[in-house]
């Protein structure tokens, strides 16, 4: 008899904790709080945490016939990928979370998403663009970033209009899978249009002397040089770039002027005139679903709390977790699988723009704004919807 | 090619190199300790001068005097507290014990001045010399390594404590005999270590920008310097570091610039194959 009742205790402990489990929604992150990639990851974490808050203070997502308060868990992946893989097992296996949201680059997406798929469970990136990382076939991986040829294809474009004597393009670009994507696909789109690429070198993670290869640049003679790395990588560039008095009429660094800390780490001057192309700008006005209705609303309520600009990486974090809330609401429930199917179909309307994700998972491509620093602030150039200023030539 | 530009870039960035590098063989050689706290206290240096320029207007170069006393009295407190409990333990435990400290120095930076990325937005332009340029921070920058590299040679030679230092590298059990108190020479050798990473790290901000993202690679800097110039040697830290920097300069323009690390780390290795003392270093520091 002691036996049964025992057995009966424990299957209703089960039960109850089981129901426990469900009255709130746990959503697991691994970022990169602390090392190289720290700059970017923490400007992840805020805007995932600004979702949360925003979500349970208005009383949490629509799960059925009742609310759910949602419950961001997440670790400091040190910026290394192999603990991000450690860490998303940690998540799924010891935190239970329900879906997960990918950490910063495309890199370590690659990564998680691969332990991801294996568990079965939807995990959501915010900040990789590169399609190789989305076409390996993982049906749990999804992303808000649209491709990066769209992203360079408008770039080579407007420049070759607006400047027709763009002839000879030179590329540095970091040997990482973003930046490296980048410059591939910079390369292409500059060929299609007949624009000489002369020359492409990659720079291995970590160098902090680009003199030499700044010389090479140099003697190529380039008419738009095109630099791609992270924040760190592409402040060292910049400056060495006028270390050794190399300069061309278009100077790009993707992303560069996207994210304020570029403009305030190279100054003023080196920023000026400086090009990149980005995901997300404050001047777009886009409506939709969410915690934030407009553009307006969520750069007000960032800058409000922040006391600083949202650039495309807050922005594209803030809108990832409302897939998962639309996605969650439509299907009534948190089943993985049911999530995962809804994202698939998902095409809903946010702050950010569109979220339609593509037969990869890869967020369908769209005008993306082009920038421009000019007298020390971003104008954008392009899509001629939303354009502010005229392109003008790096002059020093 | 540009030959001339390409040894001017490289000489600037050895002279750097050989700045960092020197701290670090000091407290290899004479502590057998591996400081993996190194290059968070180039970092840590690199703040002060940020904050100090930041503060005053002034070149960070005039907050030497202020970095140098904060760094040396931290690498001290630091070496006094913790490392001299285990010194005389295996080098392993030494080193797990620095990478620790280094955790938690990063760490502590990274959440105080957060991780965004600063940079001294001074220029001071540049000397042209027709085929090449000079820029005038790196210069600065150059020269500023090469004085505080010369200095420190001398300290050692013509001190007291710098001769107190050299006969504890030499042999610690004959230097206790002849009356020296072995663990203030640990204390104060480290402290150094770490003055000369401090200021090498606030220089650095002419020409560096200013994020803990720098630590580990101004580690690896330090290390490979110190292989290939040699351990405990100060003009094999400088030859280690002016060399590495040409390298990596014709290598940059010759190979690409992801090869030119691999080409360093193999050049590394190869020193140590044959030479494992550094191509300048002192017998039994191998």
């Known amino acids: ?396 | 090619m540009n030959t001339i530009q390409l040894i001017i870039n490289g000489l600037g960035t050895g002279a750097f190199y050989a700045s960092i590098a020197v701290g670090f063989s000091l407290v290899w050689g004479v502590l057998n300790v591996i400081n993996m706290v190194h290059g968070s206290l180039v970092v840590l240096g690199a703040f002060l001068g940020f904050f100090f320029w930041k503060i005053t207007g002034l070149n960070p170069v005039f907050s030497v005097p202020f970095v140098a006393v904060s760094t040396f009295l931290i690498g001290a407190t630091l070496q006094s507290v913790f490392i001299n409990k285990v010194v005389s333990a295996p080098v392993l435990t030494t080193l797990t014990l620095t990478f620790g400290l280094d955790l938690i120095l990063y760490n502590v930076m990274t959440v105080y001045f957060t991780a965004s990325i600063r940079r001294v937005t001074t220029s001071y332009g540049n000397i042209d010399l027709g085929s090449a340029v000079v820029p005038i921070d790196r210069l600065y920058v150059a020269i500023f390594a090469l004085l505080i590299t010369g200095i420190l040679y001398l300290v050692l030679r013509m001190t007291s404590i710098g001769r107190a230092i050299v006969a504890v590298r030499m042999d610690k059990t004959a230097a206790a005999l002849m009356g020296i108190w072995v663990k203030s020479v640990y204390a104060i050798t480290f402290g150094i270590g770490a003055m000369m990473a401090g200021v090498a790290g606030a220089v650095s901000t002419l020409i560096y920008p200013v994020t803990t993202g720098l630590s580990g690679a101004f580690l690896l800097k330090a290390f490979i310097v110190c292989v290939i110039g040699g351990l405990g040697s100060i003009p094999g830290a400088l030859f280690g570091g002016l060399l590495l920097g040409v390298i990596e300069s014709f290598a940059g323009y010759a190979i690409g610039p992801q090869n030119s690390l691999t080409l360093a780390l193999a050049i590394m290795l190869f020193v140590l194959l044959v030479k494992p003392t550094g191509l300048m270093g002192v017998k039994g520091f191998d």
């Open chain 1, 1 to 396: 008899m002691k036996r049964y009742v025992s057995l009966i205790s424990i299957a209703l402990l089960a039960t109850v904790s089981s129901a426990m489990a469900q009255e709130k929604i746990k959503i697991g992150s691994a970022l990169a709080l602390t090392g190289g990639l720290a700059d970017e990851g923490i400007k992840q974490a805020v805007a995932q945490r600004m979702w949360v808050r925003r979500v349970n203070e208005a009383g949490g997502i629509q799960v059925g016939d009742k609310k759910l308060p949602v419950e961001l868990v997440e670790y400091d992946y040190q910026s290394d990928g192999n603990r991000a893989a450690q860490i998303t097992e940690k998540l799924i296996n010891v935190d239970k979370v329900s879906f997960l949201l990918a950490p910063y680059g495309s890199g370590h997406t690659k990564i998680t998403a691969t332990v991801a798929e294996r568990y079965q469970v939807p995990i959501i990136s915010c900040v990789a663009s590169s399609e190789s990382v989305f076409n390996t076939g993982n049906k749990y991986l999804f992303g808000t970033l649209a491709s990066l040829n769209s992203l360079t294809d408008a770039m080579a474009h407007l420049f070759q209009s607006k400047m027709p004597n763009t002839k000879r393009l030179a590329i540095l670009a970091r040997d990482d899978v973003f930046p490296k994507s980048v410059a591939d696909e910079a390369a292409k789109s500059a060929k299609a249009l007949g624009i000489d690429v002369v020359y492409f070198e990659l720079y291995a993670t970590g160098t902090m002397d680009q003199t030499s290869a700044l010389s090479a640049m140099k003697a190529s003679k380039p008419d738009w040089i095109l630099g791609t790395g992270y924040n760190q990588d592409l402040i060292l560039l910049r400056k060495q770039m006028s270390d050794i008095g190399l300069t061309a009429p278009i100077v790009s660094m993707v992303i560069g002027p996207a994210v304020r800390d570029f403009i305030d780490g190279v100054g003023p001057s080196l920023a000026e005139n400086v090009t990149a192309v980005t995901w997300w700008h404050q001047s777009q006005k886009f409506t939709g679903i969410g915690p934030w209705r407009t553009s307006a609303d969520f750069y007000n309520d960032f800058k409000k709390e922040n006391k600083a600009e949202p650039d495309f990486v807050n922005a594209a974090c803030a809108a990832a977790p409302i897939a998962y809330q639309a996605a969650i609401e439509q299907t009534k429930s948190l089943d993985r699988n049911k999530v995962r199917d809804a994202l698939s179909h998902l095409d809903i309307q946010t702050f950010y723009g569109r979220i339609k994700f593509g037969q990869n998972g890869m967020n369908e491509a769209r005008d993306m704004p082009i920038l421009q620093v000019q007298d020390n602030e971003v104008k954008v150039l392009y899509p001629p919807a939303v354009a502010n200023a005229e392109l003008r030539r790096v002059d020093h």
